[in-house]
């Protein structure tokens, strides 16, 4: 039973950062890649980035603008959100996902496409 466990969010205010940490237990992180989502209220859950056992990365661009870095800690089955620079239109509800069983990256943006999810970490920029 893979178990993915979000931790981080919180309230800043714009033009500050926060850390997500996703924490990965029940199967070693050793392919596919594990990725962060977000969903705004009202609506869909968009990708925002995603990195690979090897530690390639993949960033949904127009909505980070490098002001996000996914890394990970593979001894410790664990994948960091580095968020900088938070706007407002930041805010949401942010998921952690895993998927163990594929490989390359053209499935990363169909949240259907990620087989396990964590419970989300509300994050919350005010202006």
């Known amino acids: 039973q893979v178990q993915l466990v979000e931790s981080g969010g919180g309230l800043v205010q714009a033009g500050g950062s926060l850390r997500l940490s996703c924490a990965a237990s029940?199967?070693?992180?050793?392919?596919?890649?594990m990725g962060w989502f977000r969903q705004a209220p009202g609506k869909e859950r968009k990708f925002v980035a995603a990195?690979?056992?090897?530690?390639?990365?993949?960033y949904d661009l127009d909505s980070v603008k490098g002001r996000f870095t996914i890394s990970r800690d593979n001894a410790k089955n664990t994948v960091y959100l580095q968020m900088t620079s938070l706007k407002p239109e930041d805010t949401a509800v942010y998921y952690c996902?895993?998927?163990?069983?594929?490989?390359?990256?053209?499935?990363?943006?169909?949240?259907?496409?990620?087989?396990?999810w964590g419970q989300g970490t509300q994050v919350t920029v005010s202006s």
């Open positions: 990195i690979t056992w090897t530690g390639d990365s993949t």
């Open positions: 996902a895993a998927q163990f069983d594929k490989y390359g990256s053209t499935w990363y943006r169909t949240a259907g496409a990620w087989d396990y």
């Open positions: 029940g199967r070693t992180f050793s392919g596919g890649a």
